[in-house]
Each structure stands twice: as structure tokens, then as C-alpha cells.
């Protein structure tokens, strides 16, 4: 017979699947070869490029990949290329995030966990539907959940917009399926190479 398991023990026991879980996929990432890195950048680039969803959007909310999280600054050159807006987060106290408008990947500032961000008078951009979000995260799985870093920044703004959202995630780090909470806002559409 099965038992009950109040929900406050069940937000315990993801919680702590969860964490595990970001354990093994930060050292999974990091012993992944510099050459599958390199590759697997280049083929979610180019796919990236040519989802009708990136095409169609005049306006890109990004993030400015570090370390080896999936790389990003070829597409943020080529939206600013092609004419479309370009917006960065930035992280604040009470794990509140904004977007702000950059005009090249030049003059970025070390922000919040070392992630690199616009300079503050920047213009605050707000995503609105027909927009695309490139979020990122350490793995996802097939249904579009994602498991982020754990501070929930993503999840609390994404709970509050309707652009389409697209998450970039190396192949060898998806999952069938991630642990889940209530809170956790799942993405549109989920981009390998």
C-alpha cells in the first residue's frame, strides 16, 4: 500500500532530486570534450538560426553564455546583424530579473554570478508574444522542462510572459524526464544539435 506523502515532503524530495541531479549534470558538462563542446555549439547555432520562430521575432531576449554552458554570442552578432533587437537579463536582489537592450556584445559588465550584462541606463525591454526568449539552463528534458542553476530567476519571469521560449541544451546532457515542482515553467521548445 502506497503512502501519503504531504506535499511539503514531496517539495523536500524534488528538491533534493534536484540538487543531486545539478551535481552530476555540472560534472557531466565538465568532463564533456572540448571537441563534442565546440561542435555542439556550432550545430545548435545553426539551428537556432532557422527556426521560424527566430526568424519571424524582431526583438531576441538572450543570455550571454559562460563557461561552458551552450554558447550564444554567435546568435545574439547575428540578430544585431540582421536588425533585430537584442535584450540581456539582468539579475537583482529578491531573485528579480529585467531585460536591457544591447547594441554589440562590446561594453558588457560583469553582473550578478560573474554573468555578463548591460551597463545600468541601458533601455529595459519587456518580451511580448512574437518574440523569442533564448534561456539557459544545465539539461532539459524531451517534455521542455528545464533544470536551471537553482536561484529560479527564469521561472519566476517566465511565469509572467508569452514570447516563445526556446532552451539550448547539449544532446548528452538531456534527460527523459527531470523532476518537477509546481513553480517550474516549462519552455516551448527545447534545441539540441
Known amino acids: 500500500m502506497r503512502r501519503y506523502i504531504p506535499s511539503s515532503n514531496r517539495h523536500c524530495d524534488i528538491a533534493k532530486q534536484k540538487k543531486q541531479l545539478r551535481t552530476k549534470k555540472r560534472i557531466e558538462l565538465e568532463n564533456l570534450p572540448e571537441s563534442y563542446i565546440a561542435a555542439s555549439n556550432a550545430e545548435i547555432e545553426a539551428k537556432m538560426l532557422k527556426i521560424p520562430e527566430y526568424i519571424a521575432a524582431k526583438r531576441v531576449f538572450a543570455y550571454c553564455s559562460v563557461g561552458r554552458e551552450v554558447a550564444t554570442q554567435g546568435i545574439i552578432a547575428h540578430a544585431l546583424s540582421v536588425g533585430k533587437q ?6 537583482g536582489d529578491g531573485f528579480h530579473m529585467s531585460f536591457r537592450e544591447v547594441f554589440g ?4 559588465k560583469p553582473g550578478k554570478f560573474n554573468i555578463p550584462e548591460p551597463e545600468c541606463g541601458t533601455p529595459g525591454l519587456i518580451p511580448e508574444q512574437g518574440d523569442i526568449m533564448i534561456i539557459p539552463a544545465l539539461c532539459c528534458d524531451e517534455q521542455g522542462s528545464r533544470l536551471g542553476h537553482g536561484a ?3 521561472d519566476r519571469y517566465l511565469s509572467e510572459t508569452e514570447c516563445f ?3 539550448l541544451c547539449r544532446k548528452l546532457l538531456l534527460e527523459k524526464c527531470l523532476p518537477t515542482e509546481p ?3 516549462k519552455v516551448r521548445m527545447v534545441l539540441t544539435e
Do not use: E, H, M, R
Not at 537584442?86 to 539579475?91: N, Q, R
Not at 556584445?105 to 558588457?108: D, H, P
Open 165 to 167: 521560449t526556446v532552451c
Open 152 to 154: 529560479g530567476y527564469y
Open 183 to 185: 513553480s517550474d515553467i
Open 86 to 91: 537584442v535584450a540581456l537579463p539582468v539579475c
Open 105 to 108: 556584445l562590446n561594453g558588457l
